[in-house]
T-cell receptor, first 112, second 112 residues
Framework: QKEVEQNSGPLSVPEGAIASLNCTYS??????FFWYRQYSGKSPELIMF????GDKEDGRFTAQLNKASQYVSLLIRDSQPSDSATYLC????????????FGKGTHLIIQP | DVKVTQSSRYLVKRTGEKVFLECVQD?????MFWYRQDPGLGLRLIYF???????EKGDIPEGYSVSREKKERFSLILESASTNQTSMYLC???????????FGPGTRLTVT
């Protein structure tokens, strides 16, 4: 059974600080990793994906992958109130054409 | 930009009705997916399709069927709607295995 674990939160971060979101996964064969942002009542929006160990930066967002530790993280620099949302971690083991295994999400609150 | 559209944002149906949810993507993606999302349970995969006329069961296929007659369109069918199928239904598509997946806006279905 493939599992993706996230702390449900809420994670409260002051405006302008760095928000750090973490995710662990159980399938060591996982090959691609994704972060989605979901506002209340809306559908998930892809914000980052990472395939290789290390860091990947896109604007204020940095995804970090450590396959040896089976750990993925998302850093949000200079956090804004508009970053308040639920962040879903998703993992694809690449074994077939099936969908992703999603974590249940971390609720992030950016306090002005 | 990838665009995934769903036929309705909100839908109210009666118990026992046959319900059709339609999803269309405009990026020539091979793979398409149907999920449902419920509070506390996260995203759960109902069915997916990796090609026209091909379909595979996901984690919770009971009470649902799907149809993919054209590459851009993937339909979810509730054969006889029940109250426990009240949920947010999300369609998604991607170009192929291990690649990023994009969601439609979702259909909030209420079965009374």
């Amino acid at each position: 059974q493939k599992e993706v674990e996230q702390n449900s939160g809420p994670l409260s971060v002051p405006e302008g600080a760095i928000a750090s979101l973490n995710c662990t996964y159980s399938d060591r064969g996982s090959q691609s990793f994704f972060w989605y942002r979901q506002y209340s009542g809306k559908s998930p929006e892809l914000i980052m994906f990472i395939y290789s160990n290390g860091d990947k930066e896109d604007g204020r967002f940095t995804a970090q992958l450590n396959k040896a530790s089976q750990y993925v993280s998302l850093l949000i620099r200079d956090s804004q109130p508009s970053d308040s949302a639920t962040y879903l971690c998703a993992v694809n083991s690449g074994g077939g054409a099936d969908g992703l295994t999603f974590g249940k999400g971390t609720h992030l609150i950016i306090q002005p | 930009d990838v665009k995934v559209t769903q036929s309705s944002r909100y839908l109210v149906k009666r118990t026992g009705e046959k319900v059709f949810l339609e999803c269309v993507q405009d990026m020539d993606h091979e793979n398409m997916f149907w999920y449902r999302q419920d509070p506390g349970l996260g995203l759960r995969l109902i069915y997916f399709s990796y090609d026209v006329k091909m379909k595979e069961k996901g984690d919770i296929p009971e009470g649902y069927s799907v149809s993919r007659e054209k590459k851009e369109r993937f339909s979810l069918i509730l054969e006889s709607a029940s109250t426990n199928q009240t949920s947010m239904y999300l369609c998604a598509s991607r170009i192929g295995v291990s690649y990023e997946q994009y969601f439609g806006p979702g259909t909030r279905l209420t079965v009374t």
